[in-house]
């Protein structure tokens, strides 16, 4: 009589190759947007920089740089997101998380980006470490390395004002928002939509529950008025 192995192993390596899977898929997910905004951005300071400089069409290494320094964003924001104290103004006025968020990553970027010479002084040129800071200070174009930051700072700026506007209109409702088209049978346009839905939220910031579940309250008929104005106008009947 033969024996069945068990086939605990199989499953736990299976199960520990798709917890894996979904981990660097969360991952990539989480790194593609702000990797493929400053990729774009880089390159197209790139490109206007060169063409004031009447020196456009000879920077190909420049635009390899460019984009080497997006995905160094991209990784600085994947590691700034997994600490918590980036979520510490979440449930602050939005201006409060978006400065405090670009600060933030502004500050993890150019740490990284320090790290990033530091290896390659260290590691591909092979200088003693201990004179990486006299080399820094005698021959490093900070200049150039403080331009670069600040235009860092701005493009975080506007990344984080869009990302934030994303998270309070729903994950995918701002690209609805700017390119997406409404239905006609809807009554209201995009702005009297959103107008309703902020009075629809400082009612509910002012008024309990139980007394929208009362239906002789001012509260409920507010509630039920704002509904229907946001609700899909009524179908005529079809003629039998």
């Given at each position: 009589m033969e024996l069945e192995l068990p086939s605990e192993p199989t499953t736990t390596s299976a199960g520990f190759v798709?917890?894996?899977g979904a981990f660097l898929l969360r991952e990539f997910r989480e790194i593609l947007p702000p990797t493929i905004f400053f990729f774009i951005g880089f390159n197209l300071i790139l490109l206007t920089t060169n063409l004031i400089l009447a020196d456009y069409g000879a920077q190909f290494s420049s635009f390899i740089l460019a984009t080497a320094a997006a995905f160094v964003v991209g990784k600085a924001v994947l590691v700034a997101n997994a600490m918590r104290s980036i979520r510490r103004y979440d449930r602050a006025p939005l201006i409060r998380p978006i400065l405090f968020k670009t600060?933030?990553?502004?500050?993890?970027?150019?740490?990284a980006r320090l790290l990033e010479h530091w290896i390659r002084f260290w590691l591909v040129e092979h200088h003693p470490l201990g004179t990486f800071v006299p080399h820094m200070i005698a021959t490093f174009d900070w200049r150039r390395f403080v331009a670069i930051q600040l235009w860092i700072f701005v493009l975080f700026l506007i990344y984080e004002t869009a990302t934030e506007l994303n998270h309070l209109f729903g994950e995918g409702e701002l690209w609805r928002l700017?390119?997406?088209?409404?239905p006609s049978e809807l009554p209201l346009n995009r702005r009297q939509r959103i107008f309703e839905l902020v009075?629809?939220?400082k009612l509910?910031?002012?008024?309990s529950v139980d007394e929208?579940?009362?239906p002789t309250s001012s509260a409920h008929a507010n509630l039920i008025d704002i509904v229907r104005r946001l609700a899909v106008k009524p179908q005529p009947?079809?003629?039998a």
């Amino acid at each position: 009589m033969e024996l069945e192995l068990p086939s605990e192993p199989t499953t736990t390596s299976a199960g520990f190759v798709r917890r894996t899977g979904a981990f660097l898929l969360r991952e990539f997910r989480e790194i593609l947007p702000p990797t493929i905004f400053f990729f774009i951005g880089f390159n197209l300071i790139l490109l206007t920089t060169n063409l004031i400089l009447a020196d456009y069409g000879a920077q190909f290494s420049s635009f390899i740089l460019a984009t080497a320094a997006a995905f160094v964003v991209g990784k600085a924001v994947l590691v700034a997101n997994a600490m918590r104290s980036i979520r510490r103004y979440d449930r602050a006025p939005l201006i409060r998380p978006i400065l405090f968020k670009t600060v933030f990553y502004w500050v993890a970027v150019f740490i990284a980006r320090l790290l990033e010479h530091w290896i390659r002084f260290w590691l591909v040129e092979h200088h003693p470490l201990g004179t990486f800071v006299p080399h820094m200070i005698a021959t490093f174009d900070w200049r150039r390395f403080v331009a670069i930051q600040l235009w860092i700072f701005v493009l975080f700026l506007i990344y984080e004002t869009a990302t934030e506007l994303n998270h309070l209109f729903g994950e995918g409702e701002l690209w609805r928002l700017l390119v997406g088209s409404r239905p006609s049978e809807l009554p209201l346009n995009r702005r009297q939509r959103i107008f309703e839905l902020v009075q629809l939220s400082k009612l509910a910031d002012a008024h309990s529950v139980d007394e929208f579940r009362d239906p002789t309250s001012s509260a409920h008929a507010n509630l039920i008025d704002i509904v229907r104005r946001l609700a899909v106008k009524p179908q005529p009947p079809r003629p039998a």
